[in-house]
């Protein structure tokens, strides 16, 4: 019987070095007694070299996968009497959450809302999380929603007690293709167990002479004798294939690694690498079936377009580095460089994409990073494009380990646009400010809980502190009388329930000296970006001096009014004269 076969490396006449598989056979004589050792090889020197760049292909990239497409939620646990988890509130998600389950304005709600029925198909959810939000372990698992379809992988950790995040991944994908390859693993085992090379010998007129058990299981026969009974031709797909390894063979002699589709006996094709010599009409050698390495090489370069079509569409610039030297780089990188493909980047030094001012820092950074030492992450630079042209850009930078090499990959955007937002936005913000600032009238903005979240200057003066930043956090009450204060207090919350404006009611205030002033006040609810009513603002406008001179004039009406009534007086009294007088000057006091 044959023995389980062995790799081995050889070495060959022209000094090149191969990966052989070897599997050995006993020959005894009549007696029993071993006489010699038959042994079969085969070259599987490509299928060593197509499952290493398979796997570092996949190594290469999984880092930037496992960073990109990880969900969010941050929850709050709900229990009954006896701690036992019943329910959660979804406190925060992130964008990806949206994209991976898609699940849509779940914050604020409970995962029984969202997912009517969960906690009956998913009990584990609940006491993972609830677990982990009462005893502060970090845990991890992979689960499946039925309701959603889809496969989750995910860790979760508690910040504080009775509250966990989960941090997921959408491996459904990844679940559909383990099971997809443990069936075909299933379906082919006993092939690949038994029919990993076959050896046969024919005629050139096509009669099969010989068979090896493992090439008859290849093609599908039930026992090497059956696959005798069959003409060779019959198994191939095309004839003509047949005909150019006759001539081959008579021109040369001997054929190594002849690639070929057969037929099984069941009409299956399959591609097989055939070696064969040729002694007189006979034809011997070995056939190795490399369908699947085949279907690997195909599924290797389908993921490599798939993965150069992903990173081409990002419009963020990807790169990669190996030894401060570029060894790739997308079309966005080039783009961003004004490199017209990446390319003209290829084995360039990283300094090309650097201006001199950051170069030394970042190599630095590199170097540093390599040595497991503590460097930024994310952080600005400005870059050289082609032209010599300084842009502002900002940079994610991870490593990635494969095999004994070490990689640098990062992730460049041009931030130019946002710098720029951002200036205007601070000049904006202080023209605001100053002119704010510069108003005689009171003006503030308050929170759901009346705190003040910003005043001008003026607003500082009336509460007797000096800056306005010391208002921030405090309410009325750490500045007005008791009554005042919760008056204000009383006509803020209804703003911020009912959304109806307070416009130019007068009121008083007293100001840091005691003294009190009237105001004419306007308070207006401040809406956030989705239309809920997140404070109010107020401005308020001075009306003490106006107020005064309303009362002097009333005064002064009051006593014009009373004259006229005195006047009416002195017809009666006119006999009387020092009575009008002393009425007279009564009213003048």
């Keep these: 019987a044959l023995s389980q076969p062995v ?76 701690d ?47 677990r982990v939000a009462l005893t502060g372990k970090p845990g991890g698992f992979e689960t499946y929603l039925e309701s959603l379809g889809i496969w989750f992988s995910i860790a979760v950790y508690s910040p504080q007690k009775e509250y966990f995040v989960a941090v997921f991944d959408n491996i459904t994908e990844r679940k559909l293709a383990e099971e997809a390859l443990r069936e075909s693993e299933r379906k082919y085992r006993d092939l690949v167990d038994n029919a990993l090379v076959g050896v046969y010998r024919t005629n050139l007129n096509g ?46 002699g001997k054929v190594n690694n002849f690639e070929i589709q057969v037929l099984t006996e069941k009409g299956k094709t399959k591609t097989v690498l055939l070696s064969a010599t040729l002694e007189g009409d ?93 460097v930024p992450t994310i952080y600005e630079f400005k870059g050289r494009k082609k032209d010599g042209m300084l842009i502002e850009l900002e940079a994610s930078v991870s490593t990635l380990a494969i095999d004994s090499k070490e990689y640098i990959i990062t992730m460049v955007r041009d931030i130019r646009d946002r710098k720029r937002a951002q200036e205007a936005l601070a000049q904006e913000r202080n023209l605001l400010r100053t002119l704010i600032d510069n108003l005689p009238d009171y003006i503030y903005v308050k929170d759901a809980e009346s705190r003040f979240v910003l005043a001008n200057t003026a607003v500082a003066r009336l ?66 970006t989705q239309g809920k009513i997140v404070g109010l603002v107020g401005m308020n406008r001075d009306v003490t001096g106006r107020k005064q001179l309303e009362q002097q004039l009333l005064f002064q009406t009051q006593k014009l009014a009373s004259l006229g009534i005195m006047a009416g007086g002195v017809v009666h009294e006119i006999r009387n004269p020092l009575a009008v007088i002393s009425g007279a000057a009564q009213l003048l006091e």
């Design 463 to 528: 509460m007797g502190v000096a800056d306005a930043i010391e208002l921030v956090g405090k309410t009325d009450f750490d500045f007005f009388p008791q009554e005042l204060a919760t008056q204000y207090h009383a006509d803020e919350q209804a703003i911020l329930q009912t959304g109806q404006p307070l416009i130019s009611r007068e009121e008083p205030v007293i100001d840091q000296t005691g003294n009190r002033r009237w105001v004419s006040a306007t308070k207006v609810p401040l809406l956030d």
């Design 282 to 374: 006979i034809l011997s050698g070995m056939i190795r079936d490399i369908t699947e390495r085949k279907r690997t090489e195909e599924a290797l370069s389908q993921s490599r377009e798939w993965l150069n079509a992903i990173f081409d569409a990002s419009r963020d610039g990807i790169v990669v580095e190996e030894d401060e030297n570029i060894v790739y780089a997308n079309k966005s990188f080039a783009s961003l460089y004004g490199y017209d493909s990446p390319e003209e980047l290829i084995d360039e030094h990283v300094s090309v994409v650097q201006s001199e001012e950051y170069n030394q820092r970042m190599l630095e950074f590199r170097r540093k990073r390599l040595r497991g030492e503590p």
């Design 7 to 82: 790799t081995l490396r050889w070495v060959r006449k022209d000094g090149k070095i191969i990966c052989v598989e070897q599997r050995n056979v006993p020959i005894h004589d009549e007696t029993g007694k071993l006489v010699a050792i038959e042994g079969i090889a085969r070259d599987i020197t490509e299928r060593e070299r197509a499952e290493k760049a398979l796997r570092e292909s996949e190594q290469r990239y999984r880092s930037l996968f496992d960073n990109m497409l990880d969900g969010f939620a941050y929850c709050k646990m709900l229990f009954d009497d006896q």
């Design 84 to 130: 036992r988890p019943v329910d959660f509130v979804y406190l925060d998600v992130n964008s990806a959450f949206e994209e991976l389950t898609g699940l849509k304005n779940v914050v604020g709600k409970k995962v029984s809302e969202v997912i009517p029925g969960i906690r009956e198909s998913n009990p584990e959810l609940f006491e993972i999380y609830g």
């Design 207 to 252: 009669d099969i002479l010989y068979v090896n058990d493992a090439l008859s299981k290849m093609f599908e026969f039930e026992s090497p004798a059956e696959m005798i009974s069959r003409r060779v031709l019959t198994r191939y797909k095309n004839p003509r294939g047949r005909e150019v390894l006759i001539e081959d063979l008579k021109r040369t």
